[in-house]
């Protein structure tokens, strides 16, 4: 029993519920399956949409690819990506019982629309990031909770760092909800920015193992000042065994 009862508490906390790729916009410290790929769409203000892959290998590593454009729908030039975004992930900790999984990472799959003048998307990439999350059994479904540490690439790497942490909770792997703050320091100075960091959250709605939809509202303190809050985004995963 002593052994038996360790074994079916992991498979409570990491079994159970479904782990997601992101908190909202964040990465977590979930990595696709060996030989799962992973898709997403997502659309967002200014016309935009953005699509990608990811690839688990190994159960430890993921890479993947994303590109977008904004203005899509509508008159005038199509405003692009100036490059696909990339993403690679390594789990150097699995979760266990008392501690979180851990996951080192480089990212540059930014958010909203890409402002080509300052070099960087309304909510900008990760950068260089390390983030920590652990999952229980709890009230009918997976709860998750997600701390990280990023320094951003973007503008030139000027004001890069960051801290941002979230929760998610799903229930009976139907439906769900997630919550996530970003600090964001380098994005409080005025005038365009009031300095309160970046609250997002999302409505989820789970389709089986590994594809979901998610309704997200992001910027919910208005932190850009010259923008109506929340943004309200439209992402759907699809993933697969390729092998």
Not at 27 to 46: D, E, K, L, R, W
Not at 49 to 64: F, H, I, T
Not at 157 to 181: H, L, M, P, Q, T
Not at 184 to 210: E, K, M, Q, T
Request: positive net charge.
């Amino acid at each position: 029993m002593q052994k038996i009862l360790p074994a079916l508490l992991i498979f409570s906390a990491v079994v159970f519920g479904i782990q997601p790729q992101r908190i909202v916009h964040c990465p977590t410290a979930g990595v696709a399956n060996h030989g799962q790929i992973m898709f997403f769409a997502s659309a967002f203000p200014g016309d935009g949409l953005r699509a990608g892959a990811s690839l688990g290998l190994w159960d430890r590593v993921q890479v993947g690819i994303a590109y977008g454009a904004a203005r899509i729908v509508g008159r005038g030039s199509v405003s692009v990506d100036p490059y696909p975004g990339l993403e690679l992930k390594v789990r150097v900790r699995h979760e266990g019982i008392r501690y979180p999984a851990v996951v080192l990472g480089v990212e540059t799959i930014g958010f909203g629309q890409y402002d080509s003048a300052r070099k960087r998307y309304e909510h900008k990439s990760r950068g260089l990031y390390a983030v920590a999350s652990k999952n229980w059994d709890f009230l009918w479904g997976n709860f998750g909770l997600h701390f990280g540490i990023n320094y951003s690439f973007e503008e030139n790497f000027n004001r890069g760092f960051s801290v941002f942490a979230g929760i998610d909770k799903d229930f009976k792997d139907a439906v769900g909800f997630k919550v996530e703050y970003d600090l964001a320091p380098g994005d409080w100075h005025s005038p365009r920015y009031n300095g309160y960091g970046y609250l997002s959250a999302a409505l989820c709605v789970y389709f089986g193992s590994s594809s979901y939809a998610t309704f997200n509202f992001f910027d919910i303190l208005g932190n850009i000042a010259d923008r109506p809050a929340p943004a309200r985004e439209f992402f759907v995963y699809f993933g697969r065994e390729l092998f």
